[in-house]
Every structure is written in structure tokens, then in C-alpha cells.
């Protein structure tokens, strides 16, 4: 209908059906349209989201404040964290060569040979190494590392830990070399994943057994997308507990080590037990 003082429609933008799926999601869909564009403060939205997403690439971590708040929230004493840097010496080299932000820079190893080392003689062996990765987004590092590690800590008491490791410009292998340097038999890396449009926050968990040099993908379990709108700290958590306790009994990661804490929720209808690991 048009407004007769402007002769123009009084709204202009035509509504999607499907705008109301919305509710249950953060993709884009039902965006509706203003004549053959998109309506004004949807293309903002996704210009604010694209910047976004840029940003938690491009943002350096703040390791002063993500120590303080691992030492207060965490209980983990500042001499008990390690700052780390890969091979690559700036974020443009981290971005253009991920195979240097897999390996430790010489200086990090020396940091890390010379804290183990005891009158010539290396360390007994922890159960467990975690070491944290600004990777992709450090928005995600800095947001959820302190709340994750506040609720998963108190369910590894049974667990020797490394001192804490925070690598900078760092992809998840790092996590391999520090755990064969820690002489650790299992490591935790959490990193920064990939920022998407709706999740420039999401933080990866990666398991690795035995870790050493040179593994692949294959030998790691992963925890996705832990964050408040994403997989809950109290369930990222609960996952991580299993996977870490199975990975010491069985003594493996990856493609064998299965993730069962969800055995109990896929079902069929009939309520029998779950037919695809039956």
C-alpha cells in the first residue's frame, strides 16, 4: 500500500516466509528483499559479520590477560605457563605458511628442554599436556579457554598435568611437538578455530595419544565449536573427560577412539538401543 504523502509503499521490504526458522538458527536464510536486493540492514548485518570474522583472524591474543585470568579463575600459577611462538614471526608469514605455524620456533624448544631438564636427566612423564593456540581467532582463545578450563580441571584430578603451554601464531601440530618435549602421553591442544559468519568465536579441542612429530589428523579426536551459542562448556567439558580417560585406559586416539557420550541419545523409534552401534 502506498503512502499518499510520498507515493511510495510504506514498506518497501517484501517479507520471507521462512523467516521465522529463524528463531532456531544463526544462518541467513529468510532474509526477505527490498525490490531486487537484499533490504538494507540485512546486507549491514553481513558486513558487520564479515568484519567481525576478519578481525578474530587479525587480532593478536592478549597472553598477559588470558595468564591473569587462567591463574585467578583456573588456579594455575604463572610460573606453571609457558609462553610459546611457532616458526612463522608474524601473523602475514601464520597466514601464507601453515607449515611453520606447526612447529615450534628453536627458542620455544629451548625454553621448554631447558624447564624439563634435571641435572641432565629428563622429567618423569605426565599423563596429560595442554597447551593452548591462538590459531585462527584468538577472540576464541581469549572468550572461552578461562571458562572451559574452570569447568574441566576439577575432572582430571587424577591426572599428572605439564605445566600450561600458550603458543602464539601457533595450528594445532604445535601441540604435538610440545607434547613430545613435555614427555607427555597424551596432549590437549585448544586453539582458535576458522571464524564463520555466526561463530567468529569458536574454540577447537584436539586429543592426541603419544604425541610426537610428524602424526596426522587421524591420530586426533576433536571437540567443536565450544562456546556459549555453540557446544556448552559443561558438555565440551564432560566429552573431553571421557575421551582423555578412554585414551589412557585404551592407549590411542583418533580413528579408533570413538566418542560414546552420545550413545544414550540417538535412539530408534521403537526405543531400542541405538542401531548403529548395535
Known amino acids: 500500500m502506498k503512502n499518499k504523502s510520498t507515493g511510495f509503499a510504506d514498506n518497501p521490504v517484501v517479507e520471507n516466509p521462512w523467516r521465522r526458522l529463524r528463531e532456531f538458527t544463526d544462518a541467513r536464510i529468510g532474509l526477505g528483499r527490498a525490490g ?41 600459577p604463572v610460573t606453571d605457563i609457558h609462553r610459546l611462538q611457532s616458526r612463522a614471526d608474524d601473523r602475514m608469514t601464520y597466514l601464507q605458511r601453515p607449515d611453520l605455524g606447526r612447529r615450534l620456533h628453536s627458542h620455544s624448544r629451548e ?80 586453539i582458535g578455530e576458522r571464524p564463520g559468519l555466526s561463530s567468529p568465536d569458536s574454540l577447537g579441542l584436539y586429543l592426541t595419544y603419544q604425541p610426537h612429530v610428524g602424526l596426522t589428523d587421524a591420530a586426533r579426536n576433536c571437540i567443536s565449536n565450544i562456546r556459549p551459542a555453540g557446544l556448552s562448556y559443561v558438555e565440551a567439558a564432560r566429552r573431553a573427560a571421557y575421551l582423555l580417560n578412554e585414551s589412557r585406559r585404551l592407549r590411542l586416539s583418533g580413528v579408533n577412539l570413538k566418542d560414546r557420550t552420545q550413545d544414550d541419545v540417538v535412539e530408534t523409534v521403537s526405543g531400542n538401543k541405538n542401531f548403529l552401534i548395535s
Open 36 to 76: 531486487v536486493s537484499l533490504p538494507t540492514n540485512e546486507l549491514l548485518e553481513f558486513q558487520l559479520s564479515h568484519a567481525r570474522a576478519r578481525d578474530a583472524v587479525h587480532f593478536p591474543l592478549d597472553f598477559e590477560g588470558l595468564v591473569s585470568a587462567i591463574e585467578s579463575s583456573a588456579g594455575i
Open 111 to 190: 625454553i621448554l628442554q631447558h624447564d624439563l631438564a634435571t641435572d641432565g636427566e629428563v622429567a618423569g612423564e605426565y599423563d596429560l599436556s595442554i597447551v593452548v593456540v591462538d590459531g585462527l581467532s584468538s577472540l576464541a582463545v581469549q572468550q572461552n579457554v578461562v571458562p572451559f578450563l574452570e569447568t574441566l580441571l576439577p575432572q582430571l584430578n587424577d591426572f599428572s598435568l605439564a605445566p600450561l603451554c600458550v603458543v602464539e601464531q601457533g595450528r594445532v601440530a604445535v601441540g604435538d611437538e610440545v607434547g613430545e618435549l613435555l614427555n607427555a602421553r597424551c596432549v590437549m591442544v585448544l
